[in-house]
């Protein structure tokens, strides 16, 4: 398999811009996260689905950003308009068990968005 | 509240010294205990895993880690470290969702 896939690794925006980073989870895996990675705030959980469902996005700073699982094969997170505290990497990962207690999480190599 | 805690931001030892990184969890349960690295500029990798038995457990790359229930932690020990081990090092726990601790960064010194 070759792991959770995401696109692209890299993306510089202007503020005010739209946003859409998208993840490819592991065959088979039933749950999908999104991770939000900063120096100042380390690692936080934005959202997670499970089965396609989103369960919990307590974590999405804002409505500026959404997450959508419109197949088990696909995910994106979209922020709209960006804004330069945006700028951090953001990871996907996928897990073998939706519900239930966690799993590993594999994870996927990030995307690295700075926003000017 | 539930709460990872890893008190070390930066570790430094010398190559082929040994390791523990230490990690404390307050958790309503016993839950389920990860270690993960992060090379620069990867995803995370998990080292090793805790869901119940034997106390100690053996990861990837001569990783270890041993969950003491009574002191609440989970500490991850390698006997003699590289320098390939340099990374960022997260302890995670949960049952129906995970939390990340704030990472320990080791340094290895030649």
């Known amino acids: 398999d070759a792991g959770v896939i995401q696109s692209p690794r890299h993306e510089v925006t202007e503020m005010g811009q739209e946003v859409t980073l998208r993840c490819k989870p592991i065959?088979?895996?039933?749950?999908l996260f999104w991770y939000r990675q900063t120096m100042m705030r380390g690692l936080e959980l934005l959202i997670y689905?499970?089965?396609?469902?989103?369960?919990?996005d307590s974590g999405m700073p804002e409505d500026r950003f959404s997450a959508k699982m419109p197949n088990a094969s696909f995910s994106t997170l979209k922020i709209q308009p960006s804004e330069p505290r945006d700028s951090a990497v953001y990871f996907c990962a996928s897990s073998e068990v939706a519900g239930g207690p966690v799993n590993e999480q594999f994870f996927g190599p990030g995307t690295r968005l700075t926003v000017l | 509240a539930q709460s990872v805690t890893q008190p070390d931001i930066h570790i430094t030892v010398s190559e082929g010294a040994s390791l523990e990184l230490r990690c404390n969890y307050s958790y309503g349960a016993t839950p389920y205990l990860f270690w993960y690295v992060q090379s620069p500029g990867q995803g995370l990798q998990l080292l090793l895993k805790y869901f119940s038995g034997d106390t100690l457990v053996q990861g990837i790359k001569g990783f270890e880690a041993e969950f003491k229930r009574s002191q609440s932690s989970f500490n991850l020990r390698k006997p003699s470290v590289h320098w390939s081990d340099a990374a960022e090092y997260f302890c995670a726990v949960g049952y129906n969702d995970m939390r990340f601790g704030a990472g320990t960064r080791l340094t290895v010194k030649p």
């Open positions: 689905f499970n089965n396609n469902v989103p369960i919990d």
């Open positions: 065959s088979g895996h039933n749950s």
